[in-house]
């Protein structure tokens, strides 16, 4: 990779495309000045994985306390501080030092699928509506706008914002950091990642998108989706970074409600992926303020809808440490925590599951998986208990009348030479 000031990163959103009723006012292609009002169709993965119930679990359980913020590194999100726009944003630091409103619909898109405030008519958008959106800005297009696909930020900018999370995550209550970018193995980023866990705030970061043409940051190291062949080996793991680092929740997308490829010629085999959501069809909002759809499966997306269920779980769980938030999320997930895939990790997020579970996470994470009584020093095994026997009423009587014919019988042999002697 070239030198850390021009280390340039991916942009993950994905070209599989979502059904075709949920295809009205694509966030992609809304602009400031974009009129037609919000999306009309029903976000499908916040359906899907059931989120209003767990919203419902929150509303109902989470102890009173201060509003879980979500640090979002992107290219900006829309809306003012601290105003009544459709994303509730707390607080910004612009790294790119522009002072002009947001040109590019990614960070806003994110924004609104973790935070994202209901429609007109109730109709549903952010997973943790009541979270709080710190704004990070790390990249952003051209203003004459350039290709989507090509949208690109330095490592040394991420480095810089994810610094300045670290360095304020106590004053705005960051839990979450969500990074939905994708760069090579850089240094700066590593440690700044790291002093971001040291502040107790949960990293999730997306596993890669697969390439789409020879412009794509990654083209050379990963075959392009014509250009697949089987069986496909392959593992991002030690390419795509933050997802690479320890401690960082990695997250796939599925394809769940998507029309069109497969699932493996949008998305990288990664073996660093802990868990996976669909993302098809989901409604976030747009440069314009108005609600729009983000269309395809993309791994940015999943990451944004997981950073948004970690919120909840962060509103729930208000005394947990950040590894504990982490282990309730994997260890309730559909899959095997201990035999992941590289395309789904220990599975699809369960947010309901996730929230009530009794499970008993210890401080670093740890979940035990069985639970025995103890004796001593030594756990003792018990015999089971015999198997019902349902004929054993049946058996008793038929011992009885045994008994009793065969002493009738007895009887009748013996009296016989009585009652037949002659006198």
């Given at each position: 990779?070239?030198?850390?000031?021009?280390?340039?990163?991916?942009?993950?959103?994905?070209?599989?495309?979502?059904?075709?009723?949920?295809?009205?006012?694509?966030?992609?292609?809304?602009?400031?000045?974009?009129?037609?009002?919000?999306?009309?169709?029903?976000?499908?993965?916040?359906?899907?994985?059931?989120?209003?119930?767990?919203?419902?679990?929150?509303?109902?359980?989470?102890?009173?306390?201060?509003?879980?913020?979500?640090?979002?590194?992107?290219?900006?999100?829309?809306?003012?501080?601290?105003?009544?726009?459709?994303?509730?944003?707390?607080?910004?630091?612009?790294?790119?030092?522009?002072?002009?409103?947001?040109?590019?619909?990614?960070?806003?898109?994110?924004?609104?699928?973790?935070?994202?405030?209901?429609?007109?008519?109730?109709?549903?958008?952010?997973?943790?509506?009541?979270?709080?959106?710190?704004?990070?800005?790390?990249?952003?297009?051209?203003?004459?706008?350039?290709?989507?696909?090509?949208?690109?930020?330095?490592?040394?900018?991420?480095?810089?914002?994810?610094?300045?999370?670290?360095?304020?995550?106590?004053?705005?209550?960051?839990?979450?950091?969500?990074?939905?970018?994708?760069?090579?193995?850089?240094?700066?980023?590593?440690?700044?990642?790291?002093?971001?866990?040291?502040?107790?705030?949960?990293?999730?970061?997306?596993?890669?998108?697969?390439?789409?043409?020879?412009?794509?940051?990654?083209?050379?190291?990963?075959?392009?989706?014509?250009e697949i062949k089987s069986p496909l080996v392959e593992d991002a793991a030690t390419h795509i970074f933050p997802a690479g680092y320890d401690d960082v929740i990695a997250v796939n997308s599925t394809d769940g409600g998507a029309e069109g490829s497969s699932l493996i010629g949008v998305v990288l085999k990664n073996s660093q992926t802990d868990v996976a959501v669909p993302t098809a069809g989901a409604i976030s909002y747009g440069l314009n303020?108005?609600?729009?759809?983000?269309?395809?499966?993309?791994?940015?997306?999943?990451?944004?809808?997981?950073?948004?269920?970690?919120?909840?779980?962060?509103?729930?769980?208000?005394?947990?440490?950040?590894?504990?938030?982490?282990?309730?999320?994997?260890?309730?997930?559909?899959?095997?925590?201990?035999?992941?895939?590289?395309?789904?990790?220990?599975?699809?997020?369960?947010?309901?599951?996730?929230?009530?579970?009794?499970?008993?996470?210890?401080?670093?994470?740890?979940?035990?998986?069985?639970?025995?009584?103890?004796?001593?020093?030594?756990?003792?095994?018990?015999?089971?208990?015999?198997?019902?026997?349902?004929?054993?009423?049946?058996?008793?009587?038929?011992?009885?009348?045994?008994?009793?014919?065969?002493?009738?019988?007895?009887?009748?042999?013996?009296?016989?030479?009585?009652?037949?002697?002659?006198?």
């Open positions: 990779m070239a030198a850390l000031g021009i280390a340039a990163c991916a942009v993950l959103s994905g070209p599989l495309a979502g059904p075709a009723f949920a295809t009205d006012n694509v966030c992609e292609g809304v602009e400031q000045t974009t009129t037609g009002g919000d999306a009309a169709a029903a976000s499908l993965p916040f359906d899907a994985l059931g989120i209003r119930r767990a919203q419902e679990v929150v509303d109902r359980y989470a102890p009173a306390g201060r509003p879980v913020g979500v640090a979002v590194l992107d290219s900006g999100v829309y809306g003012d501080v601290r105003g009544d726009g459709p994303i509730p944003i707390v607080a910004r630091h612009d790294v790119t030092k522009d002072p002009d409103p947001p040109h590019y619909y990614h960070g806003t898109a994110v924004a609104g699928l973790i935070a994202g405030r209901d429609r007109s008519r109730a109709k549903p958008v952010g997973f943790a509506p009541d979270a709080q959106i710190i704004d990070v800005r790390v990249y952003d297009t051209d203003k004459d706008g350039v290709d989507e696909d090509s949208a690109a930020v330095s490592a040394d900018a991420l480095a810089q914002g994810l610094e300045w999370v670290a360095r304020n995550a106590e004053t705005y209550n960051i839990k979450v950091a969500n990074v939905s970018l994708a760069l090579h193995d850089v240094a700066a980023v590593e440690r700044a990642v790291r002093h971001v866990r040291k502040a107790h705030v949960i990293v999730v970061a997306s596993t890669g998108n697969r390439p789409v043409d020879d412009s794509d940051e990654f083209a050379g190291e990963f075959a392009a989706a014509d303020g108005d609600a729009c759809t983000v269309g395809g499966v993309a791994t940015s997306w999943a990451a944004a809808e997981v950073s948004g269920i970690l919120a909840l779980l962060c509103e729930r769980y208000p005394d947990d440490t950040a590894q504990q938030i982490m282990a309730r999320l994997v260890d309730t997930a559909n899959g095997l925590t201990d035999d992941p895939t590289p395309l789904t990790g220990a599975g699809v997020v369960q947010p309901y599951e996730a929230l009530t579970r009794p499970l008993d996470p210890k401080r670093n994470g740890d979940v035990e998986q069985a639970t025995t009584q103890e004796s001593g020093d030594e756990t003792k095994a018990t015999a089971p208990d015999p198997d019902p026997d349902l004929l054993a009423s049946a058996r008793d009587d038929a011992v009885w009348w045994g008994l009793i014919g065969g002493g009738t019988l007895l009887v009748a042999l013996l009296l016989r030479p009585v009652l037949t002697r002659r006198p």
